[in-house]
């Protein structure tokens, strides 16, 4: 069977599996059950995004396409604003920006699924066929099987009713696999062999791994005798995901292409760190084992999809435009007693398109075309000089929901710094925090200053930092929340990443999508990723302010910069 006469597509959910107790198994969120059921009855508006994907109220933690439609399955707690009570709460789209929301796909009813119905994906079988597989919990011991749910009516374009078998569940856990440690299951690939395969997110001890299963038929499913792949002292692997790309170009593939000129990129959201990481490497089909290139590193040392507050990722191929999608989780910084107390938590950054950098080292991420459809009103900027100290207000837009793209240029990098001996054991975010955005630096810091109040009382700086070490140059962005907000209580960090690029041209690129209480940010055409949470309290609507800054002694040029209001989307008719 080739894979070229199926569409194989992803569904992603992107909230991850988590615990209903602290009692000797993963707490991937922490329960609150005294807010958990805790109707909002006044939402409030302030921080509500204008242009990111998010409910009307309570908490949330991705999407399928299908005959035209762009399916958004997500984690949802109807009845509070923090975790709990969860159920598939499903929004529809043709563009992945205006959304039409739909009633609940799947919640709690069975025994195999009656204490959480958890992270999943699905895959379109022969004929056409969409089919979710989700983790279920069976008791109260927090035992996870993995279960499967079939539409009601194919004929219906929103897919609206899914019916989940008695024959359930496909996959419960042998002997020797952690049953409260096992759950997400991705999309299905198929093999040469005439064998389906998934993994399975586990760990065994400390060991974080993905457990593979094959099947012909799909309903009976055989783990295999060796984990997909698997590494030492990483803790649960949550959430994984496994695909294809191309050594050339950016066109996406199916999942099910495994030959080629192709990579194959696996990702998991490490439950002890609460971030997502992925390495670049090589699928042995006949084997079954994935094997990381040696320019890739397994666990919190290595690459991430973003550097800031972003978990429980998933991709899935885009038919309608051949290219892979990726979702991200961005959860709040805010505290739980905030959240209740504004109604609402979490909302899904905006859609990226994925790819593998000519490098063939990292993947590069860019928002998705269809968000230019809400770009509004526009400013030009091109060759304005920054010195040592100086920034200037971008305006004429609104500051507060808006889309910048800026690149900033240099004559010399013979001033940056030099990069410390001792910082070789910190990790980029230690970094940002000691050579923060008004640190003095020599080529940076310089970037723009988002979600700013007039006097700079609040403010979430966005930058830029060149280093010198040895024989290279070493480049730094950083999203510091630490003057976000005049508020405490929210978790302000320094978050940051390096950025590998060519500074031969002496030019840096930063984008940033700007939307009240969250700041997406892009650095040299999408090689690193930062998403801030944050939560002023006097820079807000209409009183945010943008500016663009240089703290470096050596001048900056502002050589072109772009910026848009960014106008709401609209509820399909």
Not at 235 to 255: A, I, K, R
Not at 269 to 288: A, F, H, P, V
Not at 394 to 401: C, L, R, S, V, W
Request: hydrophobic share 35%; aromatic share 12%.
């Amino acid at each position: 069977m080739e894979a070229s006469k199926f569409l194989w597509v992803i569904l992603v959910v992107l909230g991850t599996a988590v615990t209903l107790n602290n009692e000797g198994v993963e707490a991937s969120h922490k329960v609150y059950r005294e807010f958990e059921s805790f109707e909002a009855v006044k939402v409030k508006q302030l921080h509500r995004t204008g242009f990111h994907f998010q409910p009307k109220k309570h908490w949330i933690n991705g999407p399928m396409y299908y005959n035209g439609i762009y399916h958004l399955f997500y984690q949802y707690n109807p009845k509070g604003a923090v975790w709990g009570n969860i159920v598939w709460a499903h929004s529809v789209s043709t563009d992945m920006i205006n959304w039409k929301p739909l009633d609940p796909a799947i919640y709690p009813s069975k025994p195999f699924d009656q204490f959480g119905c958890w992270s999943g994906s699905a895959t379109i079988l022969p004929g056409n066929k969409p089919i979710i597989l989700y983790t279920g919990i069976v008791d109260q011991n927090n035992t996870q099987v993995q279960n499967y749910a079939i539409p009601a009516n194919y004929s219906d374009p929103y897919l609206q009713e899914w019916v989940k078998p008695d024959s359930n569940p496909l996959v419960s856990a042998e002997m020797g696999v952690n049953g409260s440690a096992f759950r997400d299951p991705t999309t299905a690939w198929w093999g040469k062999d005439g064998h389906w395969r998934i993994v399975v997110g586990s760990r065994r001890g400390q060991r974080g791994m993905v457990y593979l299963y094959r099947s012909r038929d799909f309903m009976k499913w055989t783990k295999a005798k060796h984990p997909l792949h698997s590494s030492a002292k990483s803790g649960m692997w949550e959430c994984p995901d496994f695909y294809p790309v191309s050594l050339h170009g950016e066109t996406g593939l199916e999942t099910s292409v495994v030959e080629g000129n192709i990579k194959h990129v696996f990702k998991v959201s490490l439950d002890l760190t609460r971030y997502d990481y992925y390495t670049i490497g090589t699928y042995i089909q006949e084997k079954d084992r994935y094997v990381p290139d040696n320019t890739s590193v397994d666990g919190w040392a290595g690459l991430r999809y973003d550097y800031g507050n972003f978990y429980a990722s998933k991709t899935f191929y885009d038919a309608g435009k051949n290219r892979r999608i990726l979702w991200g989780w961005a959860n709040e910084s805010d505290t739980a007693h905030e959240d209740v107390q504004k109604g609402w938590a979490g909302i899904q950054t905006i859609p990226r398109m994925v790819w593998l950098d000519k490098s063939g080292k990292q993947l590069l991420q860019w928002p998705i075309e269809e968000l230019e459809t809400l770009r509004g009103r526009k400013v030009h900027l091109k060759n304005k000089k920054l010195n040592l100290g100086d920034r200037f207000e971008i305006k004429g837009i609104t500051a507060a929901q808006a889309d910048v793209e800026v690149t900033f240029a240099f004559q010399s990098l013979d001033k940056a710094e030099k990069f410390d001996p001792s910082w070789e054991d910190m990790d980029a975010q230690q970094i940002c925090s000691h050579k923060g955005s008004t640190v003095e630096g020599g080529v940076g810091p310089f970037g723009l200053l988002t979600l700013a109040s007039k006097h700079l009382e609040e403010y979430t700086p966005v930058f830029f930092r060149v280093f010198k070490r040895q024989d290279k140059h070493v480049v730094l962005l950083c999203s510091d929340a630490t003057s976000s907000s005049l508020n405490e209580k929210p978790y302000k960090p320094s978050f940051a990443g390096f950025v590998d690029v060519d500074l031969t041209h002496k030019k840096l690129s930063l984008r940033s999508l700007i939307d009240h209480s969250v700041v997406e940010s892009f650095g040299a055409g999408g090689k690193t990723c930062i998403t801030s949470r944050v939560y002023p309290t006097v820079a807000v609507s209409n009183n945010a302010h943008l500016f663009a800054f240089n703290n470096g002694t050596e001048s900056v040029k502002v050589e072109s910069l772009h910026a848009w209001s960014m106008n709401k989307p609209l509820l399909m008719n």
